[in-house]
């Protein structure tokens, strides 16, 4: 079977392309990265491909599309260009969480405005623990190179970004964003998309458990439920207590150890690997750095707790 990924180099495109690179019954056709914008080899692969998927924005999808002439060249399309296509085949239920989705919402409710958005209960294991992965307390670091030429006002900046000027850098304007309405904010889904730029910066920075979150995923629709799925989330999140600088070990194994779990999770999920195949990737994980990365971790968190 052929497959083509377009949009291979996009956060979507790479995974599908990882993932099915590791299949032995997938002939992936590949555009190499100086060639990734020549159409006609995009045209040529699209063609030839048993099955095409689509990893673009909404209208590059539409007018992908029009350019499969092969009536046996399946597409599996990972936009919201078709959701409501009758002809299409919708394979896949959404749901929204967090960051997800923002300007897709808008599309989302034009698209589907008889669909109910409920929060869902976290499964029960067999001793009745519940339990998902939650983030650490700190997500990332913001680093001033040596060689910056003016690093007090890129302080200054980051600063502002964190305390007055956060509020905006989520929002947006008021009253031109969002408004005031009976207490609670009310988002223009249209002066929002129109403003999305201003999520370049505010994802640098997002400070804990601050109060402009709630207002946020309220302000998205409060028939989303979105701060009642996040609250359920938090009773069974169970949070990394290691939130120091990188250690030596994880800039050696992480993204080694990352592509590991990837691989074995995913042929267990399609049945290529019996669900036994868990203690057999754990034996490789532990001897491929997974060891050395918790000795480091429980050092840090000896000294620290």
Not at 88 to 109: D, E, Q, V, Y
Not at 277 to 300: L, Q, S
């Amino acid at each position: 079977m052929k497959v083509f990924v377009d949009g291979q180099y996009g956060t979507t495109g790479l995974k599908i392309h990882d993932r099915l690179n590791q299949r032995n019954d997938v002939e992936l056709l590949s555009i190499s990265e100086e060639h990734k914008k020549d159409p006609e080899i995009r045209i040529k692969f699209m063609n030839e491909a048993d099955i095409v998927f689509l990893c673009l924005p909404d209208q590059a999808a539409r007018e992908a599309l029009t350019l499969i002439t092969n009536p046996n060249t399946r597409v599996i399309d990972s936009s919201t260009a078709f959701r409501t296509k009758q002809e299409w085949l919708r394979l896949s239920a959404r749901s929204a969480f967090r960051r997800a989705l923002r300007g897709p919402i808008l599309t989302s409710k034009n698209n589907e405005p008889d669909a109910e958005w409920i929060p869902l209960e976290f499964p029960v294991g067999p001793e009745g623990k519940q339990g998902t992965m939650g983030h650490g307390y700190i997500s990332g670091y913001n680093v001033v190179p040596i060689t910056s030429k003016n690093p007090d006002a890129v302080v200054r900046m980051l600063n502002f970004m964190n305390g007055d000027g956060y509020r905006t850098l989520l929002l947006g304007f008021e009253n031109e964003v969002w408004s005031m309405k009976d207490g609670k904010i009310v988002t223009d889904f249209e002066k929002h998309n129109e403003h999305i730029y201003r999520q370049t910066l505010g994802e640098s920075i997002r400070p804990y458990g601050a109060k402009e979150e709630r207002d946020r995923l309220d302000s998205l629709g409060m028939e989303f439920k979105l701060n009642d799925n996040i609250d359920r989330i938090e009773k069974v999140a169970i949070r990394d207590q290691f939130f120091g600088v990188p250690t030596p070990g994880m800039g050696t194994y992480k993204a080694d150890l990352q592509k590991l779990e990837e691989e074995y999770f995913t042929k267990i999920v399609v049945g290529k690997l019996p669900i036994d195949a868990f203690d057999e990737f754990v034996a490789e994980w532990k001897k491929k750095g997974g060891d050395e990365i918790t000795a480091e971790v429980n050092a840090w968190y000896a000294e620290n707790k």
